[in-house]
């Protein structure tokens, strides 16, 4: 795929959603941080439910640890590994109080260092609550990468490192939302909604449906 048609792809994103952002309801870096943690390996829906309940009683490092590990689990308990996510979510909570003021860091070293934070959700927090041009790449991402193609790669840092070389700048802060949400609702894994989609015209993916 050439640079002239990913620029008319990313153009064309952009003039269908100006501003796109997560489908996680967050009001603070921490409140995302929080939320992303707990979304792997579960919905966005699932994870704002809990959120909604959770939020209005601790939204804060020092308010969720006051709650402890079993006060936590009453809110998240509907989410898959909540047993993990609520150890990794009260250690985190202790780790940002010890080391960085009960803030959230900006920095991808520190941010990696928390229990529960990969690479993924280091760079949703870089890019959602920072402004950083970073690209987390999960399972909507990899296929759309390997299918468009963007950018193809056989490991999730491959797509990646490419995808930061590819992407026009103009478009690299948005891109993840743009890719992801495009994944989600268009670009399906089973069946995609070809006949639906922006983009069709410029994708090379060569089992098109009509489906819209």
């Not at 992303?36 to 579960?42: E, G, N």
């Not at 260092?113 to 927090?125: D, E, F």
């Amino acid at each position: 795929m050439n640079k002239a048609k990913r620029e008319q792809i990313f153009a064309r994103l952009q003039a269908a959603n100006p501003t796109p952002t997560t489908e996680l309801e967050y009001a603070t870096p921490f409140e995302l941080l929080i939320a992303v943690i707990l979304s792997a390996q579960a919905t966005d829906v699932s994870v704002n439910k809990a959120t909604r309940s959770l939020y209005p009683v601790a939204n804060t490092p020092q308010g969720i640890l006051a709650l402890g590990e079993d006060g936590l689990k009453q809110h998240i308990r509907h989410i898959g590994l909540f047993n993990a996510k609520a150890k990794n979510v009260i250690r985190t909570c202790a780790i940002l109080i010890e080391q960085h003021g009960g803030e959230v860091p900006t920095d991808r070293k520190a941010l990696e260092a928390l229990p529960g934070v990969g690479r993924k959700t280091a760079n949703v927090v870089l890019n959602t609550a920072f402004g950083e041009p970073t690209l987390a790449v999960d399972t909507h991402i990899f296929r759309l990468a390997n299918r468009i193609p963007l950018a193809r790669g056989k490991t999730v840092r491959a797509v990646e490192d490419k995808l930061l070389k590819v992407i026009p700048k103009d478009y690299l802060k948005d891109a993840h939302h743009w890719l992801i949400l495009h994944g989600r609702y268009v670009c399906t894994a089973r069946k995609p909604r070809c006949g639906a989609c922006v983009i069709e015209d410029l994708c090379e993916f060569k089992d098109k449906t009509e489906y819209a």
